[in-house]
């Protein structure tokens, strides 16, 4: 008997909405742990048949499950249970309230605590190197906004931002990313994280928008269109990207990384790109391009950013200083069609007003001065040179094993793994080694991911990547522990 | 006919749900602005009755347009068509993707744009006094945490917070507030109002939770219950507090400021205190408690805090430091049950990751230091003696027409208004005669509000203070313009 149907699930139909009945039965059975991680659900017309109610009812008890991150389904396949850790309080009263937390904050594993491993080489992707970053100078631009504070009456501003750093913002995107856009498109937001939940709070109704991100994807970009209940559909991602033919017709949303696809770090090709922004046209979908770390190019001038290419004004552009700064700066932005400024205003004052103004005039005065600019400058050849240092080392000690992937831009790259060793594998034996990468199953919830390996450019020196390969390698081919 | 009805809604009982058809029929009514600002609606069981539907199918859209705050009702009382305004862009492009935004977001009048008075005497409400604020010491502070992330890697560290920030919280609350907590209770937020999304988060069903808050009350507090999908019911404040009779059975979480009720200024009696503990008990609710700006005290002890009289654990307890310190701080906290805190880590994550380090570290440094408990030390007998200029001069001046409220702590008081004059009227004239004065009308969408005007501490000078009630009294005698 198929699991599902083994819990016993029943209806009464004098007792109200039977969505909800379904519903409370099975989230019950998931947050408990009787329906365990990745069994597959039966398909509504199953269920539907089995409780004696129409197929539009149980879709709905499911929709609403897997909004909430309980379910996860991919395109045109099966839809299964999440994987849920959850760990309720040990007093009665505790678990009663802890009860009422929405399911979809209820893993107790989404907070990450950091490792316990010893790591000699950090691999880890995300991360910038701060330590050539000018900090003095950052200081003291800090302090000059804090003493005209001391002179001046402070007023809060707009939400979208004070006015020097929308202005700098819109020149700095249009130069680097010919990203067209004026001051009047630029909403500044505390980082690209917050980016998501506006705009997620903004179109996304709960148990009904359908949005479309990548798979393997960045994680808290879905967590924070989970939070607003949308129903999330992953898309496969291949060697150009997106593979755009496979977002559903339903979907009204779509979240995609099209400059270095997180995490496998792909271009999108301009085929894709212009197909997609075709199929956005005939279906009336919003596309949301996150540029998180093009700042930093490797070889050829990176692809137009599909805000470039769109001529519709229906693509919002995120991006963050969290890269080319320092994470701390907990500032990002969106490029955003003008229309929509008064609506994020809105929206941002209800979740936390506005961005520190002197951070915010410290950054402006940051990029004004061209500091921003010249640690760009100065940053992009060190990476350089560590990418190109990885691919030496695996052209010499990996051949047919591991292949490097395309790349044109960013702060981490990939390594196809030949296909006799398994990518989650080699991750948890180098851990063991003192090696920190990562893998594609990392980032997926659906099982079909390419069989890479992601190296971040942040945190490993020039002369430890030789050793740090050979050491990558000794994991893979080295049978035993 | 009832203006409802004169719609001409209908149903098709072959396209689907019903509860989103009437839904979708009544929402366009309203953004379109067929069914006016004010409108009653008919009983969802005349309604149903006109459509030939289920009760219930009514009962759920209502309850829909209530959460995206379309509809508004007070407790038992009727439901009204909210105060919607909205101007959707030109072109049919951007019409069409804003006509995807949020209903509750399309209100454009949310946002506020400062006005174009000339205001000769401010007592606008909940902005502290910063002309006394000890910038150079906070600069220095900063100063330093900066020098030392210059020398070392910065660690994210924990989202709820630096562990030093965190300590030095809970000393504070417990002494000023004999908040019961230790610091594994605090989670630091990026203000007050970051707090209540954090816990809307956590709690709210989207369409399905109701939460209870005080009306008149804060009306960003309510915006972001909204926002999560609350079903919010308002419940009325008399002299004594939140009226907890009031509260609906259905209610799952209770917003409240009991210290200092915003924006009546009355403390909760210590009988409505236990009562409502009470009544959480009984029907397992959870109570918010915002205690927004109690550091500043006017004569007597304050009565205890909820979360201080509550042995069950169910007071979320927040705070901020925007009014002790000063705004653009933009750092609040919740002294939560201590279960509570990795679901407020997910949620926390999810939202924008954490507060800076370097303001996290900063502050807890200024409060070791002693520095925040001088500068109350400081501010505290100077908003007091603006309290005592303004009751002295209410008693010379306004003998008859205006009489001081309660309070005990806090930045604004209330003046009661003799009932031969309008609470509203009396705010706009004098804001045309260069007074800045608030009146119970703005934070309040139902119409029985207390006749009463509110004068914020924090931007008025004490010699000013005499003229300017004068002027106000001015405003509210002479019958000219």
């Known amino acids: 008997m198929e699991p599902v149907f083994a819990l016993g699930l029943g209806v009464a139909r004098d007792s109200g909405n039977l969505v909800a009945q379904i519903y409370n039965q099975l989230s019950k059975a998931i947050l408990q742990g009787r329906l365990a991680s990745g069994t597959a659900i039966p398909s509504s017309r199953l269920l539907a048949q089995h409780l004696n109610v129409s197929r539009n009812t149980v879709l709905q008890a499911y ?115 010919a990203v067209s856009c004026s001051p009047e498109n630029i909403f500044v937001t505390s980082g690209a994280q917050q980016a998501y939940v506006l705009l997620a709070q903004l179109f996304i109704k709960s148990g009904e928008t359908c949005v479309a991100i990548e798979s393997p994807g960045y994680p808290m970009a879905r967590r924070a269109f989970a939070a607003a209940g949308a129903i999330i559909v992953d898309v496969p991602v291949d060697e150009e990207g997106l593979i755009v033919e496979a977002i559903p017709a339903a979907a009204k949303i779509v979240f995609v990384t099209p400059t270095h696809q997180f995490p496998t770090a792909v271009p999108m090709s301009i085929e894709r790109r212009t197909t997609l922004l075709k199929l956005a046209r005939q279906r009336d979908m919003i596309i949301i391009e996150d540029d998180y770390d093009s700042e930093f190019r490797i070889g050829s001038h990176p692809i137009d950013a599909l805000q470039t290419l769109d001529t519709d004004g229906r693509v919002f552009y995120v991006g963050t200083f969290s890269k080319c700064m320092f994470f701390d700066i907990r500032t990002g932005f969106i490029a955003t069609p003008e229309w929509a400024i008064p609506f994020l205003a809105n929206a941002r004052q209800a979740l936390d007003w506005r961005n520190p103004l002197t951070t915010q005039l410290a950054l402006a005065e940051f990029m004004q001065t061209g500091e921003l600019r010249r640690h760009i400058a100065r940053m992009t050849p060190i990476y350089e040179r560590r990418y190109s240092a990885i691919v030496a080392a695996v052209h010499q000690h990996a051949q047919g094993i591991l292949t490097p992937g395309v790349m044109r831009a960013g702060l981490h790259l990939t390594l196809n793994l030949n296909k006799h060793y398994a990518a989650q594998e080699v991750c948890n034996k180098a851990l063991q080694r003192g090696v920190k990468i990562h893998c594609g199953n990392e980032f997926s919830v659906t099982d079909k991911i390419p069989n890479q390996l992601m190296l971040g450019l942040g945190r490993i020196s020039q002369q430890a990547i030789e050793p740090a390969i050979k050491r990558l390698v000794s994991c893979i081919v080295d049978k035993g522990n």
């Open 63 to 177: 929709s609403r499950l897997q909004s909430e991150g309980l379910l996860i389904t991919k395109a045109g396949s099966k839809t299964l249970v999440a994987d849920i850790t959850t760990t309720l309080p040990n007093s009665t009263l505790a678990a009663n309230l802890a009860g009422m937390i929405r399911p979809q904050w209820q893993n107790t594993s989404l907070f990450a605590q950091p490792g316990t491993s010893i790591i000699e080489f950090n691999f880890s992707i995300g991360l910038a190197d701060t330590s050539l970053f000018p900090f003095e100078i950052w200081r003291r631009t800090i302090n000059r906004q804090y003493r005209k504070m001391e002179t001046r009456t402070m007023e809060p501003g707009h939400p979208a931002g004070q006015p020097l750093l929308r202005n700098m913002i819109a020149k700095f995107i249009s130069q680097s990313r």
